[in-house]
C-alpha cells in the first residue's frame, strides 16, 4: 500500500499551505482501506461516513437516469470526495465504484467537530475544497440537464420531422407517376377538337369555383353527401372513373352546381375528357400544395431547433421576447403534446417588453416546466396547459399552470432540491426544477415559486425586464 505521508498530503494543492502538525493528525485519525475493482465506496442515498482521500486508483460516480446507470465523475489519485465541513449533503448522490484496485483514506465523519474547533487552516482548505467541488459538480450537472432536455424532444422530433418527410416522399412518388399519364390524357383533349372560346371558358369557370372556395371544414356526413351528388352527376353524364373524380372534386370545393356551370361550356363528347383534364389539374395542385405545405413544417421546425438551441448566437446576455421562447418550445414539445391529448391554451401580453436574458438557459427553464406539466397530466390521458406572460412593474412574469393531480403539500418545499423527484424510478434525475431555479436566480436574478392543490399547479417564474 501506499503510505500517506505529509509531504504527500501536501502534494494536493489544496493542502499546502496546511501546517504539519494539523496534516499528522488528519493522517493519524483515518482509516485507511484498500478496495478491490468493483468495490462500492458508498451507494446512493447512504449516509457520507466521511472525508475521502483517493491515495492510489481510480473511483467513478454512477447516477441512474431513465433507468440506465450513467456515469457523472471520474476521480483519480489526489482527489477528495465524500463529507466535508459545513457540507449540506449528508446522504451521497449516487454509487462510487472503485474501477480498479484502489486506496483510500477516510476521516470518519464523528471527526468533524473536532476538525472544526482545533485545525482551521485545514478546516479551511477542506472547505476551499468543497467549493471546487460545487462548482465543478455544478458545471457537470448543468451540461447533463442539457444534453437531458435535448433528449427530451429527440424523440417527439424524430416524430415530428418524419411525418413531413414521409410525405415529400410518398406525393413526389405520386406526381411523378402522375405526370407520365399526362402525354396520354393530353392526346385525348386534343382528340375531342374543343375550340380555343370553350377552352377559355372552361379554365375561366374553374378560376372562379376555385377562387370562392370557403376554408370551412366539411363534416363527415357533408363530405359523403357531396360525394353523392357528385357521383350521381358524373353517372348520369357517362363519365367514367367518378368515384376518384367525385372524392377529389369535393375536396376542391365543387359542388353539382359547378360541374353544371362546366359542362355549359363543352359538348357531350368533349365532357368526359374535360373533366378528366379537369381532376388531373386538380390532383397535380394538390399533391404541390401537400409537399410544399410539409416543406414549410420542416422549415418551421428547423428554425425552431436553431431559435431554441441559440446555434447561431453568442452566449451573452440579448434583449429577446419571452413568447419566441415558450413558442418554440411547444413546437419542439409538439408530438408530447398531442400524443397525451392536451389542450395549449396561450396569452401572451402584448404590452410585455424585450427581456434581457439568455436565450438558451430559459428555454431549458421552459423545456423544463412544460415538460413537466405534459407528465403531471398523462396518467388522466388529457389536460389543459396554460401559460400566460405579464409585465409586473420592472419585472415579466410567466405563469406556466396545468391541471394534472398537483404536488402534495409534504413534498412541495423539496420539489427544487438536488435529486428530488417525483417521478417513477427511472424516469427523472431530480436535478430538473434545481436548474430552473438555478438559472432564474443565480443567472438572471429572478425567482421562480409553485402553487399546487389538487386539479391545479402553476409555476410563477419572474425576471427582471433588465437583469444584469
Not at 356 to 362: Q, Y
Not at 441 to 453: A, F, R
Request: contains cysteine; glycine residues 6%; charged residues 25%.
Amino acid at each position: 500500500m501506499q503510505q500517506v505521508t505529509i509531504p504527500w498530503l501536501k502534494s494536493i494543492e489544496a493542502l499546502n499551505p496546511v501546517p504539519d502538525e494539523q496534516l499528522q493528525w488528519l493522517i493519524d485519525n483515518s482509516d485507511h482501506q484498500e478496495l478491490n475493482e468493483g468495490d462500492y465506496i458508498f451507494k446512493r442515498d447512504m449516509p457520507l461516513d466521511g472525508t475521502i482521500f483517493i491515495v492510489a486508483g481510480r473511483i467513478r460516480i454512477y447516477l441512474m437516469r431513465n433507468g440506465v446507470r450513467s456515469e457523472l465523475v471520474s476521480m483519480h489519485e489526489r482527489q477528495v470526495t465524500g463529507f466535508l465541513p459545513y457540507s449540506r449533503a449528508k446522504v451521497a448522490i449516487g454509487d462510487g465504484i472503485a474501477v480498479e484496485t484502489t486506496q483510500i483514506m477516510m476521516l470518519p465523519r464523528e471527526k468533524c467537530p473536532e476538525l472544526i474547533r482545533d485545525f482551521y487552516e485545514l478546516t479551511q482548505a477542506l472547505v476551499s475544497l468543497m467549493s471546487d467541488r460545487v462548482r465543478d459538480s455544478t458545471a457537470i450537472i448543468q451540461q447533463n440537464e442539457k444534453m437531458m432536455a435535448l433528449g427530451k424532444l429527440s424523440a417527439g422530433l424524430a416524430h415530428e420531422l418524419n411525418n413531413p418527410a414521409s410525405s415529400i416522399v410518398r406525393n413526389a412518388a405520386l406526381l411523378k407517376q402522375h405526370l407520365k399519364a399526362q402525354p396520354q390524357l393530353f392526346a385525348k383533349l386534343l382528340a375531342v377538337n374543343l375550340d380555343a372560346d370553350k377552352v377559355a371558358a372552361v379554365k375561366a369557370e374553374m378560376t372562379r369555383i376555385l377562387d370562392s372556395k370557403k376554408d370551412d371544414r366539411l363534416t363527415l356526413r357533408e363530405r359523403s353527401r357531396l360525394e353523392g351528388e357528385l357521383l350521381d352527376w358524373f353517372e348520369e353524364h357517362e363519365i367514367d372513373d367518378s368515384d376518384e373524380m367525385a372524392e377529389n372534386f369535393v375536396e376542391q370545393g365543387f359542388n353539382s352546381a359547378d360541374l353544371d356551370a362546366i359542362y355549359r361550356h363543352v359538348t357531350p363528347e368533349a365532357a368526359a375528357p374535360v373533366f378528366r383534364w379537369i381532376n388531373d389539374n386538380l390532383l397535380s395542385e394538390k399533391m404541390v400544395a401537400d409537399i410544399h405545405h410539409a416543406s414549410e413544417r420542416i422549415a418551421d421546425l428547423i428554425t425552431s431547433i436553431k431559435t431554441f438551441t441559440h446555434m447561431d448566437r453568442g452566449q451573452d446576455r440579448q434583449y429577446a421576447t419571452v413568447d419566441t421562447g415558450i413558442r418554440n418550445t411547444l413546437n419542439m414539445l409538439g408530438h408530447k403534446i398531442r400524443a397525451n391529448n392536451i389542450t395549449v391554451v396561450q396569452e401572451y401580453d402584448p404590452e410585455l417588453p424585450l427581456v434581457k436574458m439568455l436565450v438558451g438557459e430559459l428555454n431549458q427553464v421552459w423545456t423544463n416546466l412544460i415538460d413537466n406539466a405534459i407528465d403531471a397530466m398523462s396518467a388522466n390521458s388529457k389536460g389543459t396547459l396554460s401559460i400566460h406572460t405579464r409585465k409586473d412593474r420592472e419585472f415579466a412574469e410567466i405563469i406556466i399552470a396545468d391541471d394534472g393531480p398537483g404536488i402534495a403539500g409534504d413534498i412541495r418545499s423539496r420539489i427544487f432540491d438536488p435529486f428530488f423527484t417525483t417521478k417513477e424510478m427511472g424516469k427523472g434525475t431530480g436535478m430538473g426544477l434545481e436548474v430552473v431555479q438555478r438559472i432564474i436566480k443565480q443567472q438572471h436574478q429572478g425567482s421562480v415559486k409553485v402553487n399546487s392543490e389538487p386539479g391545479k399547479t402553476e409555476f410563477i417564474v419572474c425576471i427582471p425586464i433588465e437583469s444584469c
